[in-house]
């Protein structure tokens, strides 16, 4: 994985199966340069009616995810794109 150029992108980075590797992607993409402030939302069992979404930030991720039990299957949205619409407006 080239990961200080994943840190460097403007984009949105999607992960898919990563809940149980957050903790050190984010540690990782923060060690190489991404701000600790950027945010995370994670959407467990999304298109059912179980989904929900948690919203962190790098610095935060590892520890809310645990907090608040989040599972697979979750889709991880990491950028500023999070800030966008209802929850990112809060």
């Keep these: 994985m080239d990961w200080p150029s994943l840190a460097?992108?403007?984009g949105t980075l999607v992960i898919l199966m990563?809940?149980?590797k957050i903790g050190k992607i984010a540690e990782t993409l923060?060690?190489?340069?991404?701000s600790p402030d950027t945010p995370v939302a994670l959407v467990q069992e999304g298109t059912t009616a179980a989904q929900?979404?948690?919203d962190a930030t790098l610095a935060t991720v590892a520890e809310t995810?645990?907090?608040e039990e989040v599972r697979p299957p979750a889709v991880i949205v990491v950028g500023e794109v999070v800030r966008v619409g209802p929850r990112g407006a809060e």
């Design 8 to 10: 460097k992108l403007t």
């Design 18 to 20: 990563g809940v149980d």
């Design 30 to 34: 923060v060690a190489h340069g991404k």
């Design 52 to 54: 929900r979404r948690v």
């Design 65 to 67: 995810v645990a907090a």
